[in-house]
């Protein structure tokens, strides 16, 4: 069967998938016996799930000790163990993620399949990089957008974690981005794509594709509505809409060019540090494959104020490559800025989407100083030309002269 043919069955496949999907996470509950809300969470469910392989360990005490809730519901609970829990160094406090109680929430993650994907990372991958990633001790997903994970609490040792309003130093970026051209070079165009990591897909084949589309398309169009929308500048207006009439050749463009496992929703919200000032990510729901530079893109314009990207940027991206070679994969710098350019596109529809959605639990202040932090990147890095460039090279593809410009080599 012709290739072509074997993507049309697939891509049917996937919007057949995304109907039982919406069906799952709309439905008021499931025949689920385990445990998948923090509702249901009580200290013997406790003691039993991460006193399990100790034998004789038993919880005093078990608290909860508050919690937030953004696309999934979050609570932090203190434990204290008997003797023979304390010996065997079961922990003292867990975060844990759950089931959210908001429908739309719970469509996200079912159409996306955002929960299955975190837990296959911390049964399947984590241990491969575990200084990267916190702990999880229990991970456990289900239809619908259902879930619970149990992790440690990153400040029981000696973790920083980050959240999007923090400030972020020069020092934090840099650790970030050298953590994250760790990821990239394990993972380069590795031939477990076609075997055991054959669930982390690139994104125009991604669990809900066709959904997510969709939502960034409305996105684009109620952005323009907003307060912040309606106060584009022109020269950024037209970029939005050459970005909103030709998404889909970009899209297509990406899935050709060399491609990695990246986090995929790598902002400065999803980061932590450690004493030394390495650095490491939580969050890991939106695994999917693509070129690497897509997630420096996507960490700096969520990390840097408009203030420091301009300072800091360049610094930053020659960072993110020497980094990258130091782990054995060397990328052409001018093929790379070419795709951070691009790739300013898709950070901007983050942005977008945030904020016509509400935040998501993010705080206000840090998602609209974004808006001035993306038109100052999209005219510096001349996004609307290297954009315009890259439809011509495409159409010319189309026509028989096919795109031989820069390429990456290992």
């Known amino acids: 069967m012709q290739a072509s043919s074997m993507a049309a069955l ?47 360990a038993a919880l005093a005490k078990a608290e909860p000790a508050g919690g937030h809730d953004g696309m999934t519901d979050r609570r932090q609970w203190n434990l204290e163990w008997n003797e023979t829990g304390q ?29 299955e994907a975190e837990v296959r990372f911390y049964t399947q991958v984590r241990d491969e990089i575990p200084h990267l990633a916190p702990q999880a001790y229990y991970a456990r997903s289900w239809a619908g957008g259902r879930f619970i994970l149990l992790m440690e609490k990153l400040e029981d040792r000696g973790l920083t974690p980050f959240w999007m309003h923090h400030e972020c130093t020069f ?24 075997t055991d990591l054959a669930w982390i897909r690139p994104r125009t084949f991604k669990y809900g594709a066709g959904w997510h589309e969709a939502s960034f398309v409305k996105a684009r169009k109620d952005y323009l509505d907003t307060d912040l929308g309606q106060a ?3 020269d950024v207006r037209e970029i939005h809409r050459l970005w909103s009439e030709n998404f889909r050749e970009v899209y297509a463009w990406w899935d050709t060019q060399p491609m990695t496992f990246i ?6 919200g999803n980061t932590f540090a450690y004493p030394d000032g390495r650095a490491g990510l939580f969050d890991w729901q939106v ?19 408009h203030e ?19 782990h054995g994969i060397k990328l052409d710098e001018a093929y790379a800025r070419r795709l951070y350019a691009l790739f300013i596109l898709d950070s901007w529809d983050a942005h977008m989407k945030t904020y016509t959605r509400g935040g998501y639990g993010h705080a206000d202040a840090a ?11 999209l005219r510096d890095h001349k996004t609307k030309e290297v954009l315009s460039d890259l439809l011509d090279e495409i159409g010319r593809s189309v026509h028989g002269h096919p795109d031989r410009g820069a390429s990456p080599a290992k």
Do not use: C
């Open 10 to 56: 697939h891509k049917e496949a996937l919007d057949r998938l995304e109907l039982a999907d919406m069906a799952a996470a709309h439905a008021g509950s499931l025949s689920i016996e385990n445990v998948h809300t923090v509702d249901g969470i009580s200290q013997g469910w406790l003691e039993k799930t991460l006193g399990k392989d100790v034998s004789g």
């Open 87 to 115: 010996a065997a160094g079961l922990p003292g406090s867990v975060f844990i993620k759950a089931t959210p109680s908001h429908p739309y929430l719970r469509e996200t993650l079912s159409m996306l399949h955002m929960a």
């Open 171 to 194: 020092d934090h970026a840099k650790a970030v981005l050298e953590a994250l051209a760790e990821l990239h070079a394990r993972f380069w165009e590795s031939p477990r794509f076609e």
């Open 232 to 234: 584009l500048p022109d």
């Open 263 to 268: 986090h995929g929703d790598s902002h400065l």
């Open 287 to 305: 695994i999917f494959r693509a070129p690497s530079m897509r997630e420096v893109v996507y960490f700096m314009l969520s990390a840097l104020t």
């Open 308 to 326: 420091q990207r301009q300072p800091f940027e360049d610094k930053l991206i020659s960072a993110y490559l020497k980094a990258l070679e130091r």
């Open 367 to 377: 998602i609209r100083q974004r808006a001035d932090l993306m038109a100052g990147a």
